[in-house]
């Protein structure tokens, strides 16, 4: 376990240099990976690429998702697409072969409706990381963003999953994912209270992804005075109570965009090293380059494993070419043109200081 666990880490730096160079052709396989083990959700929230188009509902076949983690080898895997992960009737028995063949760590996010039912088998699954899905911090916005879903259910459930994590003496850390749109940014303090109150280690605030674009949503004219109130009181009272957050990144943006209106605002600066860390395979084995490429379905796919090969998809003619892209910061896929966060050298220093990784590396 030793040496694959120093072989892991070796990889994890070398893989850093390969991104920083521009490699179009990286020798080294990525860190992380994303595998859309089911498409199956009891929600349609309105803030999902489901509220907008559902293309099927189906479990991967556990031997197929052992077949994508073992031609990968992740040391982080994270088991979402666009799905509830807890639905997959065996996601656990996935989980554990990645833990238990490659030494990976292994999160996921989640609605948390399903805790209450799976809380020991959570904790029993050797999950690292979970976080819970959040799209307003209020009764009412958790209620209308989500689909109808009950904060107070939400709140039962990460309770029986502490309480879970007492019985048996471990267990996953648990987290708030927190989509900050236009009609949920105003709630930021509330997330850091309903963080602090159900015992949550921190809250990771995520700018929403857009169907119609960069300048839309949060991005697009709105008043900056409000956002820096809402942000500057959650990063107040998540120092009151202790609860790490990605508040200071947000202050940072918000100084940088400042007036400037929305068509003028300049893309963050730097190179987004996600196509050389990360991958995203989708239910049926078409591989993406990145897990916000799921709200534009009909771009970006980089190709298919077939027969566990891997490595020709990761080294293959899209790859490069996205790559090349990166490096020159021209970015063609729609879904890169209006990232919110793209993963430059910068946020990464960020992020590690914060000791909070978004999903695709914690
Ligand atoms: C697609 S969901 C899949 C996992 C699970 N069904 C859930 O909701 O937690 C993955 C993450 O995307 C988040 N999400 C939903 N709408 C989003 C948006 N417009 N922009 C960014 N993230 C979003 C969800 O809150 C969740 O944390
Ligand atoms: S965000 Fe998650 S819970 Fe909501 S519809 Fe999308 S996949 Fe389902
Ligand atoms: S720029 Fe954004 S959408 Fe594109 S690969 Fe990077 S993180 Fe993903």
Redesign the pocket.
């Given at each position: 376990m030793a040496v694959r666990n120093t072989l892991k880490r070796s990889r994890a730096l070398r893989v850093i240099p390969e991104a920083l160079m521009g490699r179009e052709a990286p020798r080294a396989k990525p860190v992380h990976m994303h595998l859309e083990h089911t498409t199956r959700?009891d929600?349609?929230?309105s803030t999902?690429i489901?509220a907008h188009r559902i293309d099927g509902e189906e479990d991967m076949p556990v031997e197929e998702a052992k077949g994508y983690i073992d031609s990968i080898g992740p040391s982080f895997l994270s088991l979402n697409g666009?799905?509830?992960p807890l639905m997959h009737p065996e996601w656990d028995r996935i989980a554990r072969h990645a833990l238990d063949a490659h030494g990976a760590r292994v999160g996921m996010a989640t609605?948390g409706t399903h805790f209450r039912a799976q809380a020991d088998r959570l904790v029993q699954s050797g999950v690292g990381l979970v976080k819970v899905?959040f799209h307003g911090a209020k009764p009412r916005t958790f209620s209308r963003l989500?689909s109808g879903r009950q904060l107070e259910v939400v709140e039962d459930g990460i309770a029986a999953l502490h309480e879970a994590r007492m019985r048996h003496g471990r267990g996953p850390s648990v987290r708030m994912n927190y989509v900050v749109s236009e009609q949920s940014f105003k709630e930021i303090p509330d997330a850091v209270s309903v963080a602090a109150r159900t015992g949550m280690d921190a809250v990771y605030f995520k700018g929403a992804l857009q169907h119609k674009g960069r300048n839309s949503g949060i991005a697009a004219e709105h008043d900056i005075e409000e956002l820096s109130a809402a942000v500057g009181a959650g990063a107040r009272l998540a120092e009151e109570h202790n609860v790490r957050t990605n508040l200071d990144h947000w202050v940072r943006e918000i100084r940088r965009v400042g007036k400037v209106p929305p068509s003028e605002r300049p893309v963050p600066p730097g190179r987004c090293m996600i196509p050389w860390l990360s991958v995203f395979i989708r239910v049926d084995g078409s591989v993406l380059p990145c897990c916000n490429c799921t709200w534009h379905p009909d771009e970006g796919t980089m190709g298919r494993i077939e027969d566990g090969d891997f490595e020709s998809v990761w080294r293959g003619q899209p790859f490069k070419e996205l790559r090349a892209e990166m490096t020159a910061g021209t970015y063609s896929l729609t879904i890169c043109q209006d990232c919110p966060d793209p993963v430059t050298t910068a946020q990464v220093g960020e992020m590690a200081m914060n000791r909070l990784w978004p999903g695709f590396l914690a």
């Open positions: 959700c929600h349609v929230c999902c489901r666009i799905g509830e609605t899905s989500a």
